[in-house]
Structures are given as structure tokens and as C-alpha cells.
């Protein structure tokens, strides 16, 4: 390197002036040379010794390494000179840590830019060689460095350091020009500067590292002196973070453990820390630094907590302003307890060293834990094992149980409080006496045989039931457990533990006595009586389940699952739903009424009602009750219901029958009237035709309403039922179709019925049109009559599909239909129903699905002829003469009886109340051939009216009209053989033909 190219370096005025003298005296090429060469050396020396004297400092690193910086850019005029040293963590790596005249503009990229060495073939021969290496244009030289070939261009040099064997950092020399090369003279002292700062690093690097391993193992041994004088843990750990801190020279140290779930790091324990909310922070596993070390097991460090991408940032490091951070595992046999973690405010790279004595604090701060749970565990050990015997002291002295020690003679070393209370003796009444003296003389056998039992079993408890004498001289029943524990060292003696079972005893006698009252109670009553052993499961029946249901005894299987099994599988899960509520649900009483099957196969309807017994911790042990068969007053009560609705109904028809049939009489009589005046061919007559049909089917309705309720007026006489069917039968066929084949089955020489022929008929053919609906397909129907005992039977069978069990229940209700809107009113078996029943019969329905139905109608058999029909009504005359006298309180149904009479020939005497007719009676001179009268009117009654006139016209006859029901008029006397009379709606051919024939 030329003279020229190395700029003043301002240093040693005095020796300038020296050398400048120097140069002027030499004379010749030699001198000359010599001195270029004394001047280089001289050079040399001083840069040198400005570095040593930087070096020789004690000054941090950064400003010693910026101070050799200057040294060297002053002695070889570069612009500028930057030092770096390896970086610990990547030993391929070099990080800025001083520099020299940065410019401005560079200085921020110069701090954030570290050079990999392996980026650059130039560096890592440098590296390898120990050797300076220089580039004349960076930013063309393909083998320098990447990122300072970005810069402006320039010539560079690098030159290591080497501290021993190893390179541990180098010198960057820049020239902002390109094209400068460097002389062996030049590299040589470059290297030399760089050896020279290598010697110096190396040697700090040794009292650095000398220190820092003195303090660590004064820190460690103050640890282990916490560790060893204190089984605080609070204590020893506060120590250790304080010495951690200091340990690793940073901000804060804090130490994690995990909470009592075990689910989080509590941070109880910290040193330099600024954030206020520690004590309710929880650190999940994996969350950061210390989650890591919680989750792996390793020690975790970071250079800069805010950049680095492995971790979130939270309001406690925001807080704490956390950057470099290093956590190593606290662990206790090979258990991760806890988590030692120390933590900068500033970015910086912890190094393997201080990782290494970290995790030597931590190994203490490990046995810290370890010893304090050795010695809670211990203390808590010493404090059950007190307790325990606290325990069980208080539990001998107040245990309700009587507890007793005997030696291997049978002589009490012993006696609890409770056996003294039972016994009534002081406990020094019972030491050293022998427990067969006190036994009641009927017992001491079973006393002897108990003891030699237990001496011969050691360890085998040993039971028995025994009366002791009391001190009082009476005797107790005692339920004794004795074992024999001679043998172990802690007892010695044969143990006894008793508890008074006299109540129990005379419990279980008056229960057995109780039992067999029970029992005979149970033979004597016809209910199916049980009891059920909820805890095993069996049942107990008495001699009722075979009387009620015809099992044999060999039939009923004792458990309950034989008496689940005959539930009804309709009623299944409602009675067992509800029998489970009441014994789960703590209950007494359970009750349900459902169907059982008997031995047969057919149901029967059972009241079912059952008792829970509980023990004493009332849990139900038991249950008893007793099983009703109420099939048969569940039929009357079915057939009282059905009764009651018809009675209900009944009485609505009842009550509007009398003006209903009274407007009906007047609407068909007028319509009838009225037919005859008019023509054939009259327009009008359809009309009139379509009001007299209409008020004959209102007759009907009301008929019908009055016949299910049994209250219709009967006209009955000795009847011959096949007569009745036979005269049906034609019309019957025509009512069915073609398509429905009828057949009459009648028995020889059925029996005779006292009945209204009319009613009859309308019995069978409702029965018969029923039986028709159901075939729409077609089909058969069969009319049986037949004799059974005292009754004659009436059967109507079809071969359609069947009704249903629930339509079943309601067949006869008024007013029930099936069919479809507009199809039926629902009257017709009603109608029926009631006609039988006022007939003293009944009428059952047997049907299955798909298997057809039969209605059986039952009716009471007489011995009697039947009556000598009259002559036809055609065969009378329709007019006729004589005085009448027309009683009737309606002025409408009298205008029309009155015409209808005069018509047909007859004087008319009318009257609109009694008293009207007894005075038009009285006015009469002549004869009065009949009396018509309405029953129920004001003043007095029809038949009280004919009784007075009958009084002064004797052999006058007497017709009653009536539109009340049978119940109305029944007690007017009206319905009483020898009577007659004709009830409304009547037709006026009706009238005439009954009045023709009582005047004959």
C-alpha cells in the first residue's frame, strides 16, 4: 500500500514533523525506500496501538467495537467500517454490533440486516481461511454478498476476527468508489487489526465468561440454600425468580404453575413484572412462551416476543413490553410441575449458556416443589391420621352400637358407653366380668356355642341374637357380631359389637301375628289379594286369582312379571307407566282399573289397588293389594249410563211431544181435508201432497223420539211374532235389493209375546234396513226366532264386515251415526233400543271385523192365545150418525176434529174446556152416543171429565185423544184395559174409522 493512499490521521503532530525532516534528508532510492517502508511500519504500529487502547477499555462491547471501527477507517481511509460477531443462535450467521461513519440513510438497514455467511463464497473463504478477502466493485462481484451488492457502488473488504480457533466476527471496510485494490501490506495489517480485536474479544469473552459462571454459581447455591433451610414454597420460589432475573440480567423472571385443575399456569411467583393483573391470568397450554415449555417439555426462547409468528400477543406482554424471552421446564420425576421463564423489554437472543444455568435454578426451584409436597402430604398424613383417631374415638363413644373387648376367657377389658346405657351398668360394673354371667339362662348355650365358634375362627365374624340381663334385672334382646382379633398386634382381645333389637324383636312377633291374621283375612275374602317383593321380585297370590279368573293353582307363576304378562296390551303401558310413577316416586297409594285376562282367554275388568311398604331409609320394599273383578258392575253401570241418556232424551221428547203432535195433527188433518176437495188434475195438489208427506215424516221423528225414550204409547195384545215376520217379508225383500239374499229361520211352536204389533215391526225393520247398510257389496241376512228358556228370541244377522269394539260401546246412543252427513239421523237402533226395553226385553250386539253382526232382541214369553184380529177398517162404514160431544182445549186440533166428525155425519157438540162440556152436556135434551176428550187439559183431566158425564149418561161410549207421551197420561188411567185411545198426530180417516167402531 502507497504512502499516498492513506489519509492523516491527525494523531502525533510531533512525529509528522519528524518524519518530514526525515524525507527531506534522504538522498538516494535506498534511504528512500527504507524509509517508505519505516513509515508503513510506523503506520502500522499506531493503528496498532489506537486499537489496543480501545480494546484496553472497560467499555461495552458495542462502543469498544465502534471505537476499533474508527481506528481502522482512519487508517486505511475507508468511507465507512462496520463490525460484526456471530450470531449465537446460527453459527453460519454474523450480526451488526458497532459501526463507523454510517451514513444516515444506511443506519436502519445497517442494524436490521445480519450476513449469512453461506450467501456469499467471497465470506466463507474469509471464513474458512482466517483470512481477509476484498472485492474492487461490490455490486458486480457475483461471489460478495447479496445484500451489500445492493448498495451504491463501492469496494469493500472483510476481514474475521479470530478468537483461538474459531471466528467469532469480522470487519467490514467500504469505499464508496469502485476499482481499489489492496497491497499484501495492506491485508496484512487489516488482518493483524482483526487478530489483535479477535485476542481482545476472546479475552473478554473469558472474564466475561468467568463472571458470569461466578455468579451463576453463587446464585445456584443461594437457590439451593433457599431450597434447603425453608419448606415455604412461597418463600423459596419468590427467591428463586429474584435470583433468576439476576441470573440472566434480565427485566423480569416469573415462574408458572398449574392450577388446582390442572388446566392452566397460574403466575403466583414474579420479579420486575409491571402488569397488574397477573394474579387472574391463566396461561392455557400452547399459549405463549411458557404454554410452550407447559406443552413440549423444552426450554422455548425467542428473540423479539412481538414478531415472533409462534406466538399471540396478549395484554400481558403488551403490558410488560415483552420482547426476548426464555423459558426452561421446572420438572419432578419427569413430570412437567412447572414453568421458570425470564423475559427482556428489548429484543435480544438468549444465549445455550444461559439456558443451561436457567435450567440449573429450575432443577431447584424442582426440588423446591418436590419437598414442599413431600412435606404437606406428610403433615396432611399426620393430620388424617390424627383426625382418623379422633374419629373413631368419637365414633366409639357415641356410636349407638354397644362395643365390647374381651380377652381369649370371655372376661371385658372394654365396655363402650352404649353397652353401659343398655345394660345400665357403670363401666367399671363390667371390667374384668365375663359376658356368659349376664346371659338369660335359656340362652347360654347359644351364648357357649358362639364363643367357642369365634375362639376356633379367628377373622370370622360370628352372629347371634342373645337376651342379656340388665342391671335392673329384666332382659334384653341383643343382636351380637363377635370376632376374634387376639392375634392382632394393635387389638388383642376379641371384639363385640351389639345394638339393643328388643322393640325389633317384639316387632317382628307382633308382624308374624299380624301375618297370619293376613292370611286368613285373605283365604275368607273373594278378592285376588297379593304381595310383591319389589326387591326380589316375587308375588304372592291368595286363593282369589284362581276363584275370579279360573286359574289353577299351578297356573299362577309367583312373580310379577306372570300378572304383567295378563294386562290388557291396550292398558299395558298406562298401568305399568303409573304403577312404576308411584313406587319410584316415593308414593303409597297406586290404583288403576284395566282388563285381565282370565284363564279362558276372555277379559275381565279389574279394579286394581296396591299399598307401598318402605323400610326405614324409605326405600319401597313392598307393595300389597288386592284385585277386584268389576266386569259385571261395569255392564250396569254401562247400562245405567245408556239408560240415563235415554231418560234425558226422553224427557226432552216428552216435553214437546204434546204440542208437536198437536201441530202435526192439524197440519196433516188440513192437508188430508184439503186433498179431497181438490181435483186430480188440481195445480195445487202437489203441493198439498208434498205438506201431508212432510207432516207424516215429522209423526214419524216424533214416534221415533218417543220410542228410544219409552215413552211412546203402546197398544199392546197377545202377539205371534212369526206372524209379524211373515207379513213383513214381502216387503222386507223389497226393502233389501236383489243384491241381498234374505232367509227367515224361524223355530216350531215359538212361544207368544204380549207387545204393540206396530212397535214390533218397527223393531224389525230397523234391524233389517241396519243389517242392509252394512252389506253395500251385498250380502245375507237371516231373521231367526227361536225360544230360550222364558224368553223369545229375535235374531238379525248380516254377513257384512263387522263393527268395531268401539262403535260397539255406542250403537244405541241417540243420535250416533256413522254414515255420512245427510245419511242418517242416528235414531233408528236408538228407536229400537227403547221399543225393546218398554217391552221388558233387551237386545244385545255380537260382531267381530270381517266376521258379520248379530242383534239378539230379547222379549218376555207368555202362555196365551193370540188375539182375534179385528175386522179390516176397510171393511166399516166411513160415515155414520149420532151426537158427539168434542172436548179439546186446542182451538185448531177442535176446528179439525169437528169437521172431520160432521163430515162424516155425526152432531157435533164442542167444548174448549171440561166445564164448557159438562154444561153442553147438561144443555142437551137428546142422547149423547160419544164422548171424545183430550186427556191433560185445565180444570180436570179427560178421564175425571168422562167419569162425571158417565155418572148421568151411563151408557154413553168414550174416545181419548192425547199428544202426551205414555208417562203423561199414564196416571190419568187412560191406558187402562177397556179404554181407548187414539193419540195424536191422528189422520182424519183415523178419527172416523175409531169413533165408526166404538158406535158399532
Known amino acids: 500500500m502507497c504512502a499516498s493512499t492513506l489519509r492523516p490521521s491527525g494523531r502525533g503532530r510531533g512525529t509528522g514533523l519528524a518524519l518530514g525532516v526525515w524525507l527531506a534528508m534522504a538522498t538516494t532510492s535506498s534511504d528512500k525506500r527504507d524509509f517508505v517502508q519505516f513509515i508503513g511500519r510506523l503506520k502500522e504500529t499506531q493503528t496498532l496501538l489506537a486499537v489496543a487502547q480501545a480494546l484496553s477499555l472497560r467499555l461495552e462491547a458495542s462502543e469498544a467495537m465502534r471505537r476499533v471501527a474508527r481506528e481502522v477507517a482512519l487508517a486505511f481511509g475507508a468511507d465507512m467500517v462496520g463490525a460484526y460477531a456471530r450470531d449465537p443462535a446460527a453459527v453460519d450467521a454474523l450480526l451488526p454490533i458497532a459501526g463507523y461513519h454510517v451514513p444516515a440513510r444506511l443506519r436502519d438497514w445497517y442494524r436490521r440486516t445480519p450476513f449469512s455467511v453461506a450467501d456469499s463464497p467471497a465470506i466463507e473463504t474469509a471464513w474458512r481461511r482466517s483470512a481477509p478477502v476484498w472485492t474492487s466493485s461490490a455490486t458486480d462481484d457475483p461471489d460478495w454478498i447479496p445484500a451489500v451488492r445492493a448498495l451504491p457502488p463501492h469496494s469493500a473488504l472483510f476481514a474475521p476476527t479470530v478468537a483461538g480457533q474459531e471466528v467469532v466476527g469480522g470487519l467490514f471496510l467500504v469505499w464508496w468508489t469502485t476499482g481499489r485494490a489492496f497491497a499484501?501490506?495492506?491485508?496484512?495489517?487489516?488482518?493483524?487489526?482483526?487478530?489483535?480485536?479477535?485476542?481482545?474479544?476472546?479475552?473478554?469473552?473469558?472474564?466475561?465468561?468467568?463472571?458470569?459462571?461466578?455468579?451463576?454459581?453463587?446464585?445456584?447455591?443461594?437457590?439451593?440454600?433457599?431450597?434447603?433451610?425453608?419448606?415455604?414454597?412461597?418463600?423459596?420460589?419468590?427467591?428463586?425468580?429474584?435470583?433468576?432475573?439476576?441470573?440472566?440480567?434480565?427485566?423480569l423472571a416469573f415462574i408458572g404453575l398449574p392450577d388446582p385443575g390442572g388446566d392452566a399456569l397460574v403466575l403466583r411467583h414474579r420479579a420486575g413484572a409491571r402488569f397488574e393483573d397477573y394474579d387472574t391470568l391463566r396461561l392455557e397450554r400452547g399459549r405463549g412462551v411458557a404454554g410452550a415449555v407447559w406443552t413440549s417439555g423444552e426450554a422455548v426462547r425467542t428473540a423479539d416476543r412481538l414478531d415472533d409468528p409462534r406466538f399471540a400477543v396478549d395484554d400481558a406482554v403488551r403490558a410488560e413490553g415483552l420482547r426476548g424471552m426464555l423459558g426452561v421446564p421446572i420438572r419432578t420425576g419427569g413430570t412437567v410441575v412447572g414453568v421458570l421463564a425470564v423475559a427482556m423489554r428489548v429484543p435480544r437472543r438468549f444465549t445455550d449458556a444461559e439456558q443451561r444455568a436457567l435450567g440449573r435454578v429450575a432443577e431447584h426451584a424442582a426440588i423446591a416443589i418436590h419437598n414442599a409436597r413431600l412435606f404437606a402430604a406428610e403433615r396432611a398424613s399426620r393430620a388424617e391420621a390424627e383426625a382418623v383417631g379422633r374419629r373413631f374415638r368419637a365414633l366409639i363413644e357415641n356410636s349407638e352400637d354397644g362395643i365390647m373387648l374381651r380377652d381369649a376367657l370371655g372376661r371385658v377389658e372394654y365396655a363402650s358407653p352404649a353397652v353401659c346405657r343398655m345394660l345400665g351398668y357403670d363401666s367399671d360394673d363390667l371390667l374384668g366380668r365375663t359376658g356368659r354371667s349376664l346371659i338369660h339362662p335359656e340362652d347360654v348355650a347359644v351364648g357357649d356355642a358362639l364363643f367357642a365358634r369365634v375362639l376356633a375362627e379367628p377373622n370370622t365374624p360370628q352372629r347371634a341374637h342373645i337376651r342379656y340381663r340388665t342391671k335392673d334385672g329384666g332382659y334384653r334382646w341383643f343382636e351380637g357380631v363377635s370376632t376374634n382379633l387376639l392375634h392382632e398386634p394393635g387389638v388383642r382381645a376379641i371384639v363385640t359389637n351389639s345394638r339393643d333389637i328388643?322393640?325389633?324383636?317384639?316387632?317382628?312377633?307382633?308382624?308374624?301375628?299380624?301375618?297370619?291374621?293376613?292370611?286368613?283375612?285373605?283365604?275368607?275374602?273373594?278378592?285376588?289379594?297379593?304381595?310383591?317383593?319389589?326387591?326380589?321380585?316375587?308375588?304372592?297370590?291368595?286363593?282369589?286369582?284362581?276363584?275370579?279368573?279360573?286359574?289353577?293353582?299351578?297356573?299362577?307363576?309367583?312373580?310379577?312379571?306372570?300378572?304383567?304378562?295378563?294386562?290388557?296390551?291396550?292398558?299395558?303401558?298406562?298401568?305399568?307407566?303409573?304403577?312404576?310413577?308411584?313406587?319410584?316416586?316415593?308414593?303409597?297409594?297406586?290404583?288403576?282399573?284395566?282388563?285381565?285376562?282370565?284363564?279362558?282367554?276372555?277379559?275381565?275388568?279389574?279394579?286394581?289397588?296396591?299399598?307401598?311398604?318402605?323400610?326405614?331409609?324409605?326405600?319401597?320394599?313392598?307393595?300389597?293389594?288386592?284385585?277386584?273383578?268389576?266386569?259385571?258392575?261395569?255392564?250396569?253401570?254401562?247400562?245405567?249410563?245408556?239408560s240415563q241418556k235415554m231418560e234425558a232424551v226422553g224427557r226432552l221428547a216428552g216435553g214437546i211431544a204434546h204440542d208437536f203432535n198437536n201441530l202435526l195433527t192439524v197440519i196433516s188433518g188440513r192437508s188430508e181435508l184439503l186433498l179431497v176437495r181438490l181435483r186430480a188434475d188440481d195445480p195445487m195438489r202437489r203441493d198439498v201432497e208434498l205438506i201431508k208427506r212432510v207432516g207424516e215424516r215429522a209423526a214419524t221423528l216424533t214416534r221415533q223420539l218417543l220410542a228410544f225414550s219409552r215413552k211412546q204409547v203402546l197398544q199392546t195384545r197377545v202377539v205371534a211374532l212369526e206372524a209379524i215376520i211373515a207379513d213383513l217379508e214381502p216387503m222386507l225383500q223389497r226393502l233389501i235389493g236383489e243384491n241381498i239374499e234374505l232367509v227367515t229361520a224361524v223355530a216350531p211352536d215359538v212361544g207368544r209375546i204380549m207387545a204393540d204389533p206396530a212397535q214390533i215391526e218397527q223393531v224389525v225393520l230397523n234391524l233389517v234396513v241396519n243389517a242392509r247398510d252394512a252389506m253395500p257389496a251385498g250380502g245375507r241376512v237371516t231373521i231367526g226366532l227361536a225360544d230360550e228358556d222364558a224368553q223369545v228370541v229375535l235374531s238379525v244377522k248380516d254377513s257384512g264386515s263387522g263393527i268395531p269394539a268401539e262403535v260397539q260401546a255406542r250403537i244405541f246412543e241417540p243420535f250416533f251415526t256413522t254414515k255420512e252427513a245427510g245419511k242418517g239421523t242416528g235414531l233408528g237402533l236408538a228407536m229400537v233400543y227403547g221399543i225393546v226395553k218398554q217391552h221388558g226385553g233387551s237386545i244385545t250386539v255380537e260382531s267381530a271385523p270381517g266376521q258379520g253382526t248379530t242383534f239378539r232382541v230379547c222379549l218376555p214369553r207368555i202362555d196365551a192365545l193370540p188375539a182375534v184380529e179385528a175386522e179390516e177398517a176397510t171393511g166399516r162404514p166411513a160415515r155414520g150418525s149420532g151426537t158427539i160431544l168434542l172436548v179439546e182445549d186446542e182451538n185448531e186440533v177442535r176446528d179439525l176434529a169437528r169437521e172431520i166428525l160432521t163430515g162424516a155425519g155425526f152432531d157435533v157438540l164442542e167444548a174448549a174446556t171440561p166445564g164448557e162440556g159438562l154444561r153442553a152436556a147438561e144443555r142437551h135434551p137428546g142422547d149423547i152416543d160419544l164422548i171424545v176428550t183430550d186427556v191433560v187439559m185445565p180444570e180436570m183431566s179427560g178421564r175425571e171429565l168422562a167419569a162425571q158425564l158417565l155418572e148421568r149418561r151411563p151408557g154413553t161410549k168414550v174416545l181419548y185423544i192425547s199428544g202426551y207421551s205414555e208417562d203423561a197420561i199414564e196416571q190419568h188411567g187412560v191406558l187402562d184395559p177397556g179404554t181407548t185411545l187414539l193419540a195424536k198426530p191422528f189422520t182424519p180417516d183415523a178419527l172416523r174409522r175409531t169413533v165408526a167402531m166404538l158406535l158399532e
Open 184 to 251: 499484501e501490506q495492506e491485508l496484512g495489517l487489516v488482518a493483524g487489526v482483526a487478530s489483535q480485536v479477535g485476542l481482545a474479544l476472546e479475552n473478554r469473552a473469558l472474564v466475561r465468561e468467568t463472571s458470569e459462571r461466578l455468579l451463576e454459581a453463587e446464585i445456584v447455591a443461594d437457590v439451593a440454600k433457599s431450597v434447603t433451610t425453608s419448606l415455604d414454597l412461597d418463600t423459596v420460589l419468590a427467591r428463586v425468580v429474584e435470583r433468576a432475573r439476576e441470573l440472566c440480567r434480565a427485566d
Open 502 to 642: 328388643t322393640e325389633r324383636k317384639t316387632a317382628e312377633e307382633a308382624l308374624r301375628a299380624s301375618e297370619t291374621r293376613y292370611r286368613t283375612a285373605a283365604r275368607a275374602t273373594s278378592d285376588a289379594i297379593w304381595e310383591w317383593d319389589l326387591l326380589g321380585g316375587a308375588v304372592e297370590w291368595n286363593e282369589g286369582v284362581q276363584t275370579l279368573f279360573g286359574y289353577a293353582a299351578a297356573d299362577v307363576a309367583p312373580t310379577s312379571a306372570w300378572w304383567i304378562e295378563r294386562i290388557h296390551p291396550e292398558d299395558h303401558a298406562r298401568v305399568i307407566s303409573g304403577l312404576r310413577a308411584v313406587i319410584d316416586g316415593g308414593g303409597e297409594i297406586w290404583s288403576d282399573e284395566f282388563r285381565f285376562r282370565r284363564a279362558d282367554g276372555s277379559w275381565a275388568d279389574v279394579m286394581d289397588r296396591g299399598y307401598v311398604v318402605h323400610d326405614a331409609a324409605g326405600r319401597p320394599v313392598r307393595m300389597i293389594g288386592a284385585m277386584a273383578n268389576v266386569t259385571e258392575p261395569r255392564r250396569l253401570e254401562a247400562e245405567l249410563r245408556q
